[in-house]
């Protein structure tokens, strides 16, 4: 199986900060890399597929990079509704897997 | 506007069965693959299970290969996981979740989750 491993695993950052969140693939997944934003008690929201391509109605602030083994996902000016926990997720191959997640809080 | 709701969880005991339903609104179920996902209290998330449109392809987790069971009914927009031999590490949160496919960019993941039913596995 892949593993995903993210880093960090929390973060603390302010209002309008720039936040890199990194994730790391056990072995190539080419740019089959998603990542998600999930706040406590609701279900995941797809951000971004194929490693940078924004999903439909994300915020621009938004992006994504990387392919092979290392990607980051990048919030360019960090707004109150961005504090929740990310998740990255490849499928190159099943089982498909997750990160253990990455959860932004308010410094 | 897609909607997934899923059914069918509950309390179980140990060895005993459920069976989770999902139902799919708002999109043309036929032409999507489908996913089971589950997330334990408190923990992050884990792929269950994956069909495709047509039934013809279908993936487990280890963790649950032998004891679970996907399947669908295009006719009725429904989706289904039969779980047996519940164990008491398959408690969750289990959502139904759509597949978005794509060859440009190649693209596989998921961009419609349900609410998800929560199965609890208790003596």
């Known amino acids: 199986d892949i593993q995903m491993t993210q880093s960090p695993s929390s973060l603390s950052a302010s209002v309008g900060d720039r936040v890199t969140l990194t994730c790391r693939a056990s072995q190539s997944i080419s740019k089959y890399l998603n990542w998600y934003q999930q706040i406590p008690g609701r279900a995941p929201k797809l951000l971004i597929y194929a490693a940078s391509s924004l999903q439909s109605g994300v915020p621009s602030r938004f992006s994504g990079s990387g392919s092979g083994t290392d990607f980051t996902l990048t919030i360019s000016g960090l707004q109150p509704e961005d504090y929740s926990t990310y998740f990255c997720q490849q499928s190159h191959s099943t089982p498909w897997t997750f990160g253990q997640g990455t959860k932004v809080e308010i410094k | 506007e897609v909607q997934l709701v899923e059914s069918g969880g509950g309390l179980v005991q140990p060895g005993g069965s459920l069976r989770l339903s999902c139902a799919a609104s708002?999109?043309?179920?036929?032409?999507?693959?489908m996913n089971w996902v589950r997330q334990a209290p408190g923990k992050g998330l884990e792929w269950v299970s994956y069909?495709?449109?047509?039934?013809?392809?279908?993936y487990y987790a280890d963790s649950v290969q032998g004891r679970f069971t996907i399947s669908r009914d295009n006719a009725q927009n429904s989706l289904f996981l039969q779980m047996n031999s519940l164990r008491d590490e398959d408690t969750a949160v289990y959502f139904c979740?759509?597949?978005?496919?794509?060859?440009?960019?190649?693209?596989?993941?998921?961009?419609?989750w349900g609410q998800g039913t929560l199965v609890t596995v208790s003596s």
């Open positions: 708002g999109f043309t179920f036929d032409r999507y693959s």
């Open positions: 069909i495709s449109s047509s039934s013809r392809t279908i």
């Open positions: 979740a759509r597949v978005l496919t794509s060859l440009e960019p190649p693209t596989r993941a998921i961009d419609y």
